[in-house]
């Protein structure tokens, strides 16, 4: 059912297609993400703490986190031209968006590195790896967060946050529990599930040329981890594939 290809970023072939169901269903997911996460963190940011309980408080925290990571997911669907193919300035602009809501990155760098990641995975040339031995979680995690991460993002975010708080009014609790805390969870959610179990190397080496293997969760559990990026070696292998169509991926080959 599905064919296997390479990752490519020539937008030049999508303008031949036409608008498909699975186009639809894309761009339409996308924008409700986006409109979550800008709801969540209006309310979020305005919410009385003093009012509720602790246990509603880290709910917010942890239901807003799972909301960033579907930001960056859709930022990640678009490096692939899959948010809206038949229109390469529109999908890029909205991995663009997403990638600056979630934390000031620069999308064309990450294109760069994400490409660099599917065509060497696991190696030398690969960004996102770990040429040390890779069972140190939270080593490999900051040389990851290092190679993305710069201090001009770093004072970008630090004068966002003093603008909005002395602009909008802001507490800067709220600020904090729910728009610094969740993306830094996020980053280590997508790390995790994304990067360190699917391209650690295994007991015996790697079994395929993708050097990536799948967390074989069930469905639901799935998206609740990481918006299905666990099913990682179905994403090496069909890179023309939207986040929510790799389970059907994952289930054609088991």
Not at 89 to 113: D, E, M, R, T, W
Request: hydrophobic share 45%.
């Amino acid at each position: 059912m599905f064919q296997s290809q390479r990752i490519s970023f020539n937008w030049t072939s999508f303008h031949s297609l036409n608008l498909s169901k699975e186009s639809l269903y894309s761009i339409i997911i996308a924008f409700i993400i986006m409109l979550v996460w800008a709801i969540s963190l209006t309310f979020l940011l305005h919410f009385n703490l003093s009012q509720v309980n602790f246990l509603w408080i880290l709910l917010g925290v942890v239901w807003q986190t799972f909301i960033y990571t579907g930001l960056f997911i859709t930022a990640h669907d678009a490096m692939h031209g899959v948010v809206f193919p038949i229109n390469p300035k529109i999908n890029n602009f909205i991995g663009s968006l997403c990638l600056l809501a979630y934390a000031l990155f620069n999308y064309k760098q990450l294109v760069k590195k994400h490409s660099l990641h599917h065509h060497n995975p696991a190696s030398e040339l690969d960004p996102d790896f770990h040429d040390e031995p890779s069972d140190h979680l939270f080593v490999w995690y900051f040389k990851f967060m290092r190679s993305y991460c710069n201090w001009k993002q770093l004072i970008g975010l630090m004068s966002l946050f003093y603008s909005i708080d002395y602009v909008f009014h802001i507490s800067a609790i709220n600020l904090i529990l729910f728009w610094v805390i969740p993306p830094l969870l996020s980053s280590l959610q997508l790390f995790y599930f994304g990067t360190f179990l699917p391209h650690r190397e295994p007991e015996g080496g790697y079994t395929n040329c993708h050097r990536a293997q799948t967390n074989p969760l069930p469905v639901f559990w799935s998206f609740i981890a990481c918006y299905h990026f666990g099913y990682h070696e179905e994403h090496h292998e069909y890179p023309h594939l939207p986040w929510w169509k790799l389970p059907e991926a994952y289930s054609t080959k088991k």
